[in-house]
Each structure stands twice: as structure tokens, then as C-alpha cells.
């Protein structure tokens, strides 16, 4: 078997970059379910982009194994992964589009967002928003069509199969529907937001501002994507670089939500820093001995206690 210098570099380069984005998602994504601010709905939601983003960038580091190792290793493990991966890329923008709406009920009709958005009705929200991807993975790992990775082209992509193109145009038609809806909420709201600032001297806390910020800069992302994965052919050279270039931008929008975390959060990105530095476990560490210590102590004394009863 003859070994591909560039394919070892771009595979390395794959699992290198997927590995770090997973690790800063695994990291935000215990800061966030230790934080009070997950009880929020909105950050309920960002939660489960968290999950999708994780999701892809694990099975984007398989491509990387294929690239290097020349091989599919297993069209079973191959199919499995693409299966994974493209269902979790779709999993995201059903999110999205909830985030969105969240958004507007609570700038524009706050008095129903607490009813729309209640802890019981966000849950059965996020149940609904998983049925559409899972919808797709039970595609994926049908006969009907697979996602594979092309390892001469460095991408995933949908294979020949008898129903891939039918299912290709119902992942980015459904995809462009909801990504249009969660456009035109922010369009909405951006109108509010000036309509507010016209009319009154209400404004809003930064804490709102920057989740707004976050979710139209997902939004955003998301679209570039879309467009890129769908168009690229029309403006550049449908070349394995064209391509490496596509699928490294896919890779990359699962660090999207996690930067802007760090970015736009003081406290979340004080954890983080606690986190990699190893401070907060050595905390964690240095106060069971201390609580240990304490234990023993009382166990001492009440042991004491005793026998000068006795």
C-alpha cells in the first residue's frame, strides 16, 4: 500500500484540529451544566448545540483515521461514522431555529415566552428538535444511501446510492427552510430592538445582548456552511483542496458556540481557565483532604468524649 504524504498531513491535520475543538466543547459543556445559567431555556438549548457540535467533530476525527490510513478501515465503521456525523449537522439547525424563537418571544412577547419557554414546555421542545435528526440517522444507516468519506477528495459526502440524491435534497431544503425562519426571527427582533429604542428608554441587560449576539452569530455560521457545502462548485476550482477547504469549515462549526462562550462570558471563561490550568481540581482535591481532616478530627474528639464518659 502506497501512503499519500498529503493525506497523512491533512488526516493528522483533521484529527488534531476535531480533538482540540472536542476537548474546549467537553470542557464549556461541564462548565455550563454546573452553572445556574443552564436552568435558563436558552441555555438549555445552547446545551444541546454543544452535544450536536461535540457529536461532529468526534466523527470528523475518523476521517482524519481514513485519511492517514489510506482507507475506509471498515465500510461499516465508515458508514456508521458518516451516518453519526451528517445527523448531528442537521441536529443542529432545528436548534437553532428553537434558539431563535426563544429569542423573539422573549424581546418581543415576554409575557408568553414564560409560558412558550417554561422548563417542561423547553423540554419538549428539545425532545421534538432530536426526532429530525434521528430521522436522518435512521436513513443514513438504512440500504437507501450512506455518508461516506472520500479520502482522495478529504471530505464526507453522499455516496451513489439509489436514494442518496433524494435524501441530499431533503437535508438542505428542510435545512434552507429552517434557516430562513430563524433568519427572519432576527429580523424581527432587530426591528423591536430599534422600535424600543425609539419609543421608550427601555434597553436591554448585557447579559440578553450577548446571548442575541451568540445565537445570530451561529445563525450566521450555519448559513455560510449550508451555502458553501451546496455552491462552492460555482465559485471555485472542484478540486481535493476546494474540498479540504469545505470540510475544515465544517469542523470548525463545532468550536463555533464554545469560542463565543469564552468570548462573550466572563465567568464561564474564568472556568475554563480554572479547568485547563488543572486549578479547580487541585481545589476540588485540596478540599476533600481538608473535609477528610475535619472527619477525622470529629471522630477523634467524639471518640475522646467517650471514654472519659465511660
Known amino acids: 500500500m502506497t501512503f499519500d504524504a498529503a493525506s497523512i498531513a491533512v488526516g493528522s491535520f483533521y484529527i488534531t484540529l476535531s480533538m482540540v475543538i472536542l476537548l474546549q466543547n467537553v470542557a464549556v459543556q461541564y462548565i455550563l451544566y454546573q452553572s445556574k445559567e443552564l436552568n435558563t431555556a436558552a441555555y438549555r438549548i445552547m446545551f444541546q448545540l454543544g452535544i450536536t457540535g461535540s457529536l461532529q467533530v468526534l466523527f470528523h476525527s475518523f476521517g482524519g483515521v ?3 490510513a ?9 458508514k456508521l461514522c458518516g451516518a453519526i456525523l451528517n445527523a448531528a449537522w442537521i441536529g443542529g439547525i432545528p436548534f437553532t431555529l428553537l434558539l431563535a424563537l426563544n429569542r423573539l418571544f422573549v424581546v418581543c412577547f415576554p409575557s408568553r415566552a414564560t409560558i412558550l419557554f417554561s422548563r417542561r414546555a423547553t423540554t419538549v421542545s428539545i425532545v ?18 450512506s455518508i461516506r468519506y472520500g479520502a482522495e477528495d478529504f471530505s464526507w459526502g453522499y455516496d451513489s446510492s439509489q436514494w442518496s440524491e433524494v435524501v441530499a435534497d431533503a437535508e438542505f431544503y428542510s ?6 425562519l430563524t ?5 424581527i427582533i432587530l ?5 424600543l429604542r425609539r419609543k421608550t428608554t427601555r434597553s436591554f441587560c448585557g447579559h440578553e445582548r450577548g446571548v442575541l449576539l451568540q445565537t445570530v452569530l451561529v445563525f450566521g455560521y450555519n448559513l455560510l456552511c449550508l451555502v458553501a457545502w451546496h455552491t462552492y462548485d460555482l465559485f471555485l476550482p472542484s478540486t481535493r483542496w476546494t474540498l479540504l477547504a469545505v470540510n475544515s469549515m465544517w469542523i470548525l462549526n463545532g468550536a463555533v ?5 469564552l468570548t462573550m462570558n466572563k465567568s464561564i471563561r474564568k472556568s475554563f481557565l480554572n479547568i485547563i490550568t488543572c486549578r479547580r481540581f487541585i481545589l476540588a482535591s485540596q478540599l ?13 474528639t467524639s471518640n475522646h468524649v467517650s471514654v472519659k464518659r465511660i
Not at 421534538?128 to 444511501?145: K, R
Not at 433568519?183 to 429580523?187: D, E, F, L, Q, T
Not at 426591528?191 to 422600535?195: F, N, R, S
Open 183 to 187: 433568519g427572519v426571527s432576527y429580523v
Open 66 to 68: 481514513f485519511s492517514v
Open 70 to 78: 489510506d482507507s475506509d478501515l471498515h465500510p461499516v465503521l465508515e
Open 288 to 300: 476533600s483532604n481538608v473535609s477528610a481532616i475535619a472527619v477525622r478530627s470529629t471522630n477523634l
Open 257 to 261: 458556540n464554545p469560542t463565543l462562550y
Open 191 to 195: 426591528a423591536k430592538i430599534l422600535v
Open 175 to 180: 435545512i434552507l427552510v429552517m434557516l430562513v
Open 128 to 145: 421534538g428538535c432530536w426526532v429530525w435528526p434521528a430521522v436522518f440517522l435512521g436513513i443514513y444507516l438504512s440500504p437507501a444511501c
